[in-house]
């Protein structure tokens, strides 16, 4: 995946706006680090200096992050999330996850953290992959109400900010769209705008994806939120929220009719869509695939 492959071996000086903001101890829930590099997502704890954060320096000191957003729920952002994390691991990465807030998590069945975690090849607390989850399948701070609690909205930031130094790049995956609440105070690009990190957006292909892909878009410029992909998933909501083993289901019989439609009917959408997106990178994931493949270039 070029745009991943890019973005980790773009050298945070060579980049053209840096930004830092204190938080203190990196360590320590609801405490503090740095973050530095808005347009690279490099979080660096206190004291590193952008230079000694550079890519290839695998060390306590630096980790590159990046913010995984739907247009959507239910579009695919843990199977793509995944995805991320493998082609990061295959790369010689260590790789962290983070699932700020989770709803619809039931107990003995794996959820978006477990895949999110497995996906990293290491054992990393459950806890930390994913701080605060909610049982019911609603926004997180209904959920939340439903059980009698509330969303921590410093865990949701500190929560990332303890993977400091711990991991190369941590890929951190939203809950349902880019303006879905996470809590009463704070929206997914709310947190996303926070931790200063680009943001890999997700799309599934079904009608009205323009028009969500290009809010979306809108909404992220307006934040100045940098985009390092668009990824369209074309795989049925089932395998692409990773309730199958990843095998699409529901198609037709005659499956090869079925997928020749589908390709032909996301040509034109591309067509009509990729003149509207700019400079912004867009892969495409196939039907019964696992591999991003790029269009438009």
């Not at 921590?152 to 941590?170: I, K, M, N, S, T």
Request: glycine residues 12%; contains cysteine; proline residues 4%.
């Amino acid at each position: 995946m070029k745009f991943l492959d890019d973005w980790m071996s773009t050298a945070p000086g060579q980049l053209q706006r840096l930004g830092g903001c204190e938080y203190g101890d990196a360590n320590s829930l609801g405490k503090a680090g740095k973050r530095a590099g808005s347009d690279s997502g490099i979080i660096a704890s206190e004291g590193t200096t952008l230079a000694n954060s550079s890519a290839g320096v695998h060390g306590p000191t630096s980790t590159r992050g990046l913010f995984v957003i739907g247009t959507d729920t239910d579009v695919g952002k843990t199977f793509v999330s995944v995805l991320l994390i493998r082609h990061l691991v295959s790369q010689g990465w260590r790789v962290g996850a983070y699932k700020p807030v989770a709803s619809g998590v039931r107990a003995g069945t794996p959820g978006d953290a477990e895949r999110l975690l497995a996906a990293t090849g290491q054992a990393w607390p459950l806890d930390r992959v994913c701080p605060q989850s909610f049982a019911d399948a609603l926004a997180p701070p209904i959920a939340a109400a439903h059980q009698g609690q509330q969303v921590d909205d410093e865990l949701l930031r500190a929560g990332a900010h303890w993977w400091l130094g711990r991991c190369d790049a941590l890929v951190v995956e939203g809950a349902g769209g880019a303006l879905s609440p996470l809590s009463h105070r704070w929206t997914v690009l709310d947190l996303a705008q926070e931790l200063a990190l680009p943001v890999v957006l997700v799309a599934q292909h079904r009608l009205g994806m323009m028009n969500h892909v290009l809010l979306t878009l809108e909404a992220l410029q307006r934040r100045q939120l940098p985009v390092l992909a668009l990824v369209i998933n074309q795989l049925s909501n089932g395998a692409s929220t990773g309730s199958t083993s990843g095998v699409s289901t529901g198609l037709d019989t005659d499956a090869r009719a079925s997928d020749a439609e589908a390709e032909l009917r996301l040509e034109e959408s591309l067509a009509c869509l990729l003149p509207f997106c700019g400079k912004i990178s867009c892969w495409v994931l196939q039907p019964h695939g696992s591999t991003l493949f790029q269009v438009g270039q």
